[in-house]
Nanobody, 124 residues
Framework: EVQLVESGGGLVQAGGSLRLSCAAS????????IGWFRQAPGKGRAGVAC????????YYADSVKGRFTISSDNAKNTVYLQMNTLKPEDTAVYYC?????????????????WGQGTQVTVSS
């Protein structure tokens, strides 16, 4: 059974940091890319970052470049999202998901399994 489980969310002040984790199981990690998406209150879900399980290539939304870093530990089948210099507009539920199509990473239609999400709240 394919599972993606996020953890690490919480409440942090603006300028602070959080590290999210996405523990994957039930599939061969190297065959997929893992993406992070977020959904702010009243808004649609948007891509944040993505990493290829096979090559380690990474992709970022412009809004988080230079502040967020995606990485993976293939031995643990876990993907991380290090979030620094957090802003109130980063407040959202963060989801991880898998896709075979890293080049279309920002299109959520290409993702077939999703985690349950973890809440990140950044106070001003």
């Amino acid at each position: 059974e394919v599972q993606l489980v996020e953890s690490g969310g919480g409440l942090v002040q603006a300028g602070g940091s959080l590290r999210l984790s996405c523990a994957a199981s039930g599939f061969t990690f190297d065959d997929f890319a893992i993406g992070w998406f977020r959904q702010a209150p009243g808004k649609g879900r948007a891509g944040v970052a993505c990493i290829s399980g096979s090559t380690g290539s990474t992709y970022y939304a412009d809004s988080v470049k230079g502040r967020f870093t995606i990485s993976s530990d293939n031995a643990k089948n876990t993907v991380y999202l290090q979030m620094n210099t957090l802003k109130p507009e980063d407040t959202a539920v963060y989801y991880c998901a898998r896709t075979r199509y890293q080049f279309g990473w920002n299109n959520q239609a290409w993702y077939d399994y999703w985690g349950q999400g973890t809440q990140v709240t950044v106070s001003s």
